[in-house]
């Protein structure tokens, strides 16, 4: 297999592992609520939103010192012992405890900072500069199926269930568990890949425990894997503060902000419109479906459009935004204000328009889509501008994203539905033009460099 084709099936790979993983990290993440109000325990006193608030509050923290464990085990490790604290995790609510349940929460928000920058380091590594726009495509596309089943499962399995049983529960769990150890196992499959200059070095092992993304030729004897940890710190450190991720960090924020809204907000704000009838609730996971099929159609429509694409990737993020925009003003007038805030029987209230569940379901759609767009396009020129320091780099947009996720969901709990609608308006507005700046200055250096190799 040529070197390209062998990078290429470790993207595929990549996208499987984490397909697997995230149907099932996601359904439980979706369902953990409701099991959580039917376990009929009295010495269990979780809470599905507080645990959702450690883990994003653990995962900003903790990917500042993910690139220094990275570069300490690698990133093939540094994936498969993360996704078992992510099995972990859902293996606890087979018999769940209060303890364990909160334990397991800040283990995950540690191993999801891990996670993800080893996988933005996988993805910078098996890339190109004329590949990394289709590996990112064709990642995420592969990534957002695990939205499509999960929520499929969801509706299928539980439509018209009053009540969870604990048999009903741990059945369900136990397979969740299972999916997600086979989506770990799965990064075992991926290869070195091979360098340019020595293509024949077909033979090598899988990825090596340590990382020198620099082209230096000093080895790994030379350099202590403490020193190896503490100088991934330094560079996340510094490239936080670097004009190109200054100006990108608007960008990434705003994938935080609308990442909590079509994740948690919005499904919520369907189930709580009465308006839609007895199924309201169920629309939750058919509304789950509809953003996954927009993220998946983004990633790979992107992903195979790559080479075609003669104008950079400010068409695609100015595609996110016009689409998430009609999706904010849809949602606006089909959708009442007091929708995120209402108690469990739901909102009678109607917004501006009589409420229709075909423009709900469409405005779920355009979600994912728009997603798509700006998050391929971000791993694109992260990995693009930040060749050489992927790790920590993708480690730092992990940490801008996950802190604006959590600020998300920390006004989500207060804050009227069109008041979170303006917030997103405003940041994605203010996001797009910082990424058309930051493409204009990533192609200006790429053709610098071009000149300087004539």
Same mark, same amino acid.
């Given at each position: 297999m040529s070197p390209e084709g062998k990078a290429l099936l470790n993207i595929v790979i990549l996208g499987f592992g984490f397909m697997f993983m995230f149907t099932a990290f996601q359904t439980c993440g979706n369902i953990e609520q409701t099991v959580i109000k039917n376990f009929n325990s009295s010495e269990f006193h979780g809470s599905g939103y507080t645990s959702m608030s450690i883990i994003y509050g653990v995962f900003s923290a903790s990917n500042l010192i993910a690139p220094s464990v990275v570069a300490v085990i690698g990133p093939q490790l540094s994936m498969f012992f993360s996704g078992l604290l992510y099995s972990g995790y859902i293996a606890m609510f087979i018999y769940p405890y209060t303890w364990s349940f909160y334990t397991a929460s800040v283990l995950v928000g540690i191993g999801a900072a891990v996670l993800w920058t080893a996988q933005g380091n996988v993805l910078a590594i098996n890339s190109t500069d004329s590949t990394i726009g289709r590996n990112s495509g064709i990642f995420w596309a592969l990534l957002q199926f695990s939205l499509f089943f999960g929520n499929l499962y969801i509706y299928f399995a539980w439509h018209g269930h009053v009540h969870i049983t604990d048999e009903d529960r741990q059945t369900v769990f136990i397979s969740l568990t299972v999916i997600s150890l086979v989506g770990c196992f799965l990064f075992f499959l991926i290869r070195k890949p091979e360098p340019e200059a020595a293509p024949s070095e077909t033979s090598e092992p899988l990825l090596p425990t340590e990382i020198s993304e620099s082209n230096s030729t000093t080895g790994p004897s030379s350099v202590g894997l403490c020193s190896q940890a503490v100088d991934a710190f330094v560079k996340a450190c510094k490239l936080l503060v670097t004009k190109e991720m200054?100006?990108?960090?608007?960008?990434?924020?705003?994938?935080?902000?609308?990442?909590? #809204?079509?994740?948690?907000?919005?499904?919520? @704000?369907?189930?709580?419109?009465? /308006?839609?009838?007895?199924?309201?609730?169920?629309?939750?996971?058919?509304?789950? +479906? #509809?953003?996954?099929?927009?993220? +998946?159609?983004?990633?790979?429509?992107?992903?195979?459009? =790559?080479? @075609? *694409? /003669?104008?950079? /990737? =400010?068409?695609?993020?100015?595609?996110?935004? +016009?689409?998430? #925009?009609?999706?904010?003003?849809?949602?606006?007038? =089909?959708?009442?204000? &007091?929708?995120?805030?209402?108690?469990?029987?739901?909102?009678?209230?109607?917004?501006?328009? =009589?409420?229709?569940?075909?423009?709900?379901?469409? @405005?779920?759609?355009?979600?994912?889509?728009? &997603?798509? @767009? #700006?998050?391929?396009?971000?791993?694109?020129?992260?990995?693009?501008?930040?060749?050489? *320091?992927s790790a920590p780099a993708f480690a730092v947009f992990k940490f801008i994203q996950s802190i604006m996720a959590a600020l998300a969901f920390l006004y989500s709990n207060f804050l009227p539905l069109h008041w979170q609608l303006l917030i997103l308006v405003l940041v994605g507005f203010l996001g797009s033009l910082s990424f058309f700046v930051s493409e204009w200055l990533a192609e200006s250096s790429r053709l610098d460099s071009d000149y300087d190799s004539i």
């Open positions: 200054l100006l990108l960090s608007i960008s990434i924020a705003y994938t935080g902000l609308e990442l909590t #809204f079509y994740s948690g907000v919005y499904g919520t @704000c369907i189930g709580a419109m009465t /308006r839609f009838g007895q199924d309201a609730k169920s629309l939750i996971g058919v509304s789950g +479906i #509809f953003i996954g099929m927009g993220e +998946i159609l983004g990633g790979g429509l992107f992903g195979m459009l =790559n080479k @075609c *694409n /003669r104008f950079g /990737r =400010n068409p695609v993020v100015l595609l996110g935004l +016009i689409t998430h #925009f009609v999706a904010f003003y849809l949602i606006f007038l =089909n959708i009442a204000s &007091d929708a995120p805030l209402a108690p469990e029987a739901g909102t009678d209230l109607q917004a501006y328009i =009589n409420p229709s569940v075909g423009v709900a379901l469409l @405005c779920s759609f355009l979600l994912g889509l728009g &997603d798509s @767009c #700006f998050n391929t396009q971000l791993l694109s020129i992260i990995g693009f501008m930040f060749r050489d *320091n």
